[in-house]
């Protein structure tokens, strides 16, 4: 029986983990952890009997241990709790479901102690992944991508060399404002921005997609994942979210992995690589598809990509402030703080009056992230 522990399991990705443990039988869930949603974690702590369960915040990880006091479980609380989890010996693999910045370092400590990594926090990689990758590698370990876009690129390299690669076809929906001029999204409101066309995804990672720093979160990370030079990794907008990736090759094949917007299958597939299982759920009908379409991305309007293509090109510390100032920017944007567009103003300033660090220590990348904080709590 395989072991898992889930970082950031009361989230979407986490809550979607546990369906597909629930659904298989055949996985143990050794640790789970949350931020702060303990109602929910109870819940999960009663179904799933891990052993230890984490929660970032210690008064919450308190409260939690007076919920499960009737149970056999241990738990932990704090930076020190996530780590714990994640080197747990009994656990094969870390899922990292977690959101932020503040999921590097329990994987760089869970690459260390040897575990596979089911990576779902795209920030390891784009403000680490010149330090994540080559340590995988030294430590023997899979990185193993449960983004619905790169496990497609993933799967579409199945069995193809590596140097036969000539561009990454990575796709995006384009969101729920896929179209608008700048002029419409002046007061567009958190509400219409959670409406995404295709994905049930949480708040955070909804907001990026409308904005598109997702898809240049995801570009960074792609970089990082394939070892491919930003210049050959092209966005295509596909608005129905049939085709999740491709990879175009040398010869001028190009190889897509194609499916219903459903990301238990991307979650599933690393949990169990090489093996395909049986997954429930809704097919692909081609005969009522018809077609599918592609649009070139609009970089005019929704400046979360080519912004991503900047921090990208100028490299060391400076996809740290891209991701940095945008996660302090959406969080403003959820509270109503700030319109949408000033998400864009915030994440320009920050890199404009950033000094690049060449090859960031984690130490200079977590500095980096607090110095971008403090820039924008003292001009907003």
Known sequence: MKKIAILGSTGSIGTQTLEVVETNGDIQVVALSARRNIKLLEQQIRAFHPQVAAVYEEKAAWELKEAVRDLDIRIVSGMDGLIEISTLPEAEILVTAIVGMIGIRPTVEAINAGKDIALANKETLVTAGHLIMPLAK?????????????????QSMNGEPRGGVEKILLTASGGPFRGKKREELMDVTVEDALKHPNWSMGQKITIDSATMVNKGLEVIEAKWLFGVDPSNIQVVIQPKSIIHSMVEYKDGAVIAQLGTPDMKLPIQYALYYPERRYLPGERLDFWSLREITFEKPDMENFL?????YQALRA??????????????????????????????????????????????????????????????????
């Open 138 to 154: 030294e430590r023997g370990v899979r990185i193993l991508p449960v983004d619905s876009e790169h496990s497609a690129i993933f």
């Open 304 to 308: 979360g990509l080519p912004l991503a």
């Open 315 to 380: 490299g060391g510390s400076m996809p740290t402030v891209f991701n940095a100032a945008n996660e302090r920017a959406v969080s403003r944007f959820l509270q109503k703080k700030i319109k949408f567009l000033d998400i864009y103003e915030m994440i320009s300033d920050c890199m404009e009056h950033h000094k690049v660090v060449e090859n960031p220590s984690l130490e200079e990348i977590l500095l980096t992230e607090q110095a971008t904080y403090e820039r924008i709590e003292s001009r907003w």
